[in-house]
């Protein structure tokens, strides 16, 4: 379905990222995984339209994404879960969830949208009325992940969900995540905490000084002790950190 074709994007005159080839197909769920600073944001965002690729080519089935301006990429499927979460704090909760649904088709199913995301995340329905400011981190992270859904994405794009949450509450969010994949949503996600990342994914990337240095299963990567070492924060007795 998604398709990363040799991209390179550049922040000014400096290269963010390079070279840099991913795909992701019809209801899988992929991660990206990688040290601070590896351009894992960079990358996820430029899928979601807010950076513009310097060359090579996104393609989401047939549609070559790099054609299109930043506010259509939402249009063809895309919607982004951003870093920090980004709502609208003094609004309510039902205000953040139908901004994600102000497109025609989106808006057409708005009720049956709310009623999905109300089933997931029950604590939403209790609080919809309240300004969004008012709940935890961890219930601002369901409004977030909620508004994506509410465009009706295929392919969601998650940015460091777990930040800043309980390790309680980021195992319920990454529950949800996993069924929200299995009622068939694809998922990208960018994560900071490997062994959990890993452990929902089918297919992993990971990403270093903007390129991709090693992708496959999870059991392949964690088969490698240069790849535990290095980048995904795993140490095995023997091992020499």
């Given amino acids: 379905m998604l398709r990363v074709e040799r991209i390179c994007v550049h922040y000014g005159a400096a290269p963010a990222l390079w070279d840099v080839s991913l795909h992701v197909s ?17 990358l996820i965002n430029t899928i979601a339209g807010l950076n513009r690729v310097t060359s090579g080519a996104l393609m989401l089935g ?18 982004i879960v951003p870093e920090g979460r980004r709502l609208f704090t ?8 139908e901004l994600g ?17 109300g089933d997931l995340f029950p604590v939403l329905r209790l609080n919809l009325d309240r300004p969004a400011g008012m ?4 219930q601002q992270q369901m409004v977030a992940i909620a508004r994506a859904l509410m465009a009706q994405p295929r392919l969601l794009l998650l940015d460091e ?18 069924r929200i994949n299995a009622e068939g949503t694809a998922v990208l996600l960018v994560e900071q905490n490997v ?6 994914s089918a297919r992993a990337y990971v990403l270093e000084e903007g390129r991709i240095v090693a992708e496959g299963t999870p059991d392949a990567l964690f088969a490698r002790p240069e790849l535990r070492r290095a980048y995904l924060g795993v ?3 023997g091992d020499v950190l």
């Avoid at 003094?90 to 969830?97: A, D, H, I, Q, Y």
């Fill in 101 to 117: 649904s102000l497109l025609p088709g989106a808006k057409a199913g708005r009720r049956a949208s709310l009623e999905r995301v």
């Fill in 90 to 97: 003094s609004m309510t909760v039902r205000e953040n969830l």
């Fill in 135 to 138: 709940l935890s981190g961890g």
């Fill in 235 to 237: 140490g095995i007795a």
């Fill in 62 to 79: 047939e549609c070559d994404l790099t054609r299109l301006p930043a506010h259509r990429f939402c249009g063809q499927g895309v919607a």
């Fill in 195 to 200: 062994a959990l990342a890993l452990d929902l």
């Fill in 161 to 178: 969900p777990s930040l800043g949450l309980a390790p309680m509450i980021v195992s319920e969010l990454f529950q949800t995540i996993r």
């Fill in 26 to 42: 019809a209801g899988e769920l992929v991660c990206i995984v990688g040290p601070n600073g590896a351009g894992k944001s960079t």
